[in-house]
């Protein structure tokens, strides 16, 4: 394998295919981002909504448990674009979205990166203020909050522009440095944790007990989903050659992983709820608060740590795939003049929306409901891989990176309308169930008893639209490769060849 560059040599790579010499990741490298990117308070706050909705610290830990084992086996599967194509997931896409129907997922990891950059500043951000205040003194005013902000957002924009080694040293870190303080904190909270905390339901058959016990494990699965669009971000730099049961085992543990930080948020949480319950008012819940309310005096420095070092993780993981995704919609920018461009205005919309919007509440639901319509488009990712039998041609997925028309996978002007059919229905039907009490509830949210069936309704359907779609109207022989379709038809359509858009405008 050759020899990895320097960390501080500035990434030059956009989203053209890598070349092999220059893929000297490894797997565990893939674990580190992965599970560092999730290793932080956010995922604690996920950890504490079981809770939240009235179960016990018990059916709150299977919860977690369900959610955490179905997110990173539905995951685990979009690891094996990056080694397989050197690209990100987003230009994979077009294999089976078309040329131009790649920009879905482009689109999807742009958004999601920016709500999770977010949701990370801001929680971090609150818990080093809190942290600090409890610690030295410091006054909790907007200053403070702006300046713990603005130190997340410049450090991590930093990294960021320095590229994947610089980000996966800063995760190397992260991953151990946040596990010892977590482990830590398990310590400091041991006097006041009581195992047998019973939540609000006096039994299973309590009406709303099975809505509130799915729709917390729907929470948390909704954590390893959110890395489903920009996974290849990472995996792109491990060589081709590397088994793919390796790639997605280590997509796969570094979310069963981030059970360390779920118990945390879990365990926490239910001392919160015994000794502090004001601050898990479903209403306006707020468990950093709640946190430093009931943590030792001593457990505090540890939490202002956690708050830095959780976002520089968090951060750099979601705002580096944010610049590559936008620089691979608009090929004109460089990979670091798109990271500075989307990581300013993330940071503008990071200040206006904690100070001037109040947009902290309804990002959840916004970074929700992305979620929702990423879990399609995950599946059809999936199938599509399976009923190609892994095989790519990684030249004509670059067509649309390089301004040109045509290739295996140009299909209908640029669009292939199976996937594309398959992915909206799934999404907007998923939107209609979607069921987030509170915030957000769809027309037909209530038809389930109250159970949020958005998210397994989406993947549901968009597997069987996408199957059905593929037999029914076959793809061209020449998307599958020398082995032909795995549970699909095709069908002898010509394929047209790559050329330049430009020339082909010159000569009309």
């Given at each position: 394998m050759a020899e990895a560059p320097p960390i501080t040599e500035i990434e030059t790579y956009g989203v053209e295919r890598i070349p092999d010499a220059d893929r000297t990741a490894r797997p565990l490298d893939l674990f580190r981002v992965a599970f560092g990117g999730a290793n932080t308070f956010a995922t604690c706050l996920l950890g504490s909504f079981p809770i939240l909705f009235g179960l016990s610290f018990w059916q709150g830990l299977a919860a977690t448990l369900l959610g955490l084992v179905v997110g990173a086996l539905l995951l685990a599967p979009?690891?094996?674009f990056g080694p397989a194509n050197g690209t990100n997931n987003a230009v994979s896409s077009s294999a089976h979205l078309g040329v131009h129907g790649r920009v879905v997922g482009s689109f999807l990891s742009l958004l999601t990166?920016?709500?999770?950059?977010?949701?990370?500043?801001?929680s971090s951000g609150d818990a080093l203020v809190g942290g600090a205040a409890r610690l030295a003194g410091v006054p909790q005013n907007d200053a403070t909050y702006a300046v713990a902000y603005g130190l997340f957002a410049a450090l991590v924009l930093t990294v960021c522009v320095y590229g994947f080694r610089f980000m996966l040293f800063v995760n190397k870190i992260a991953v151990a440095a946040a596990s010892v303080l977590f482990v830590l904190g398990l310590f400091a909270f041991a006097g006041d944790f009581d195992p047998s905390y019973s939540g609000t339901f006096k039994s299973t058959a309590d009406p709303l007990f099975w809505p509130s016990f799915i729709g917390?494990?729907?929470i948390v699965l909704s954590n390893p989903v959110s890395f489903g669009a920009f996974l290849g971000d990472w995996s792109r730099?491990?060589?081709?050659?590397?088994?793919?049961?390796?790639?997605?085992?280590?997509?796969?543990?570094?979310?069963?992983?981030?059970?360390?930080?779920?118990?945390f948020g879990l365990a926490t949480a239910s001392i919160i709820a015994a000794k502090a319950a004001p601050y898990l008012d479903p209403a306006a819940p707020n468990y950093v608060g709640g946190l430093l309310a009931v943590a030792p005096a001593w457990y505090f420095l540890p939490v202002c740590l956690i708050a830095l070092i959780g976002g520089m993780s968090t951060g750099t993981t979601s705002l580096y795939g944010t610049g590559l995704d936008f620089s691979s919609v608009f090929p004109r920018f460089s990979r670091v003049q798109a990271t500075v461009f989307i990581g300013t205005l993330s940071i503008v919309f990071i200040f206006v929306g904690r100070f001037a919007a109040n947009l902290t509440a309804?990002?959840?639901t916004f970074a929700t409901l992305i979620i929702t319509c990423t879990a399609p488009w995950m599946v059809i990712m999936i199938l599509g891989y399976v009923t190609r039998r892994g095989w790519y041609d990684p030249d004509a997925l670059q067509v649309f990176n390089r301004r040109q028309r045509g290739g295996r996978?140009?299909?209908s002007h640029g669009w292939n309308w199976r996937g594309m059919s398959a992915w909206l229905i799934s999404a907007v039907v998923a939107i209609l169930f979607t069921n987030i009490p509170g915030q957000y509830v769809g027309p037909f949210g209530e038809l389930a008893g109250g159970v949020d069936i958005s998210l397994p309704l989406g993947l549901v359907l968009a597997a069987v639209l996408y199957l059905g779609l593929l037999f029914a109207f076959p793809e061209p022989r020449a998307v599958y490769g020398p082995a032909g379709p795995r549970l699909a038809r095709a069908a002898e359509t010509p394929v047209p060849p790559i050329v330049d858009a430009g020339k082909l405008l010159a000569e009309a």
């Open positions: 979009l690891a094996v990166a920016i709500a999770f950059f977010s949701i990370s500043v801001w917390a494990a729907l730099y491990i060589p081709e050659s590397v088994s793919r049961k390796r790639v997605m085992a280590a997509a796969f543990l570094s979310q069963i992983a981030t059970v360390l930080p779920f118990f309804s990002i959840s996978y140009w299909f």
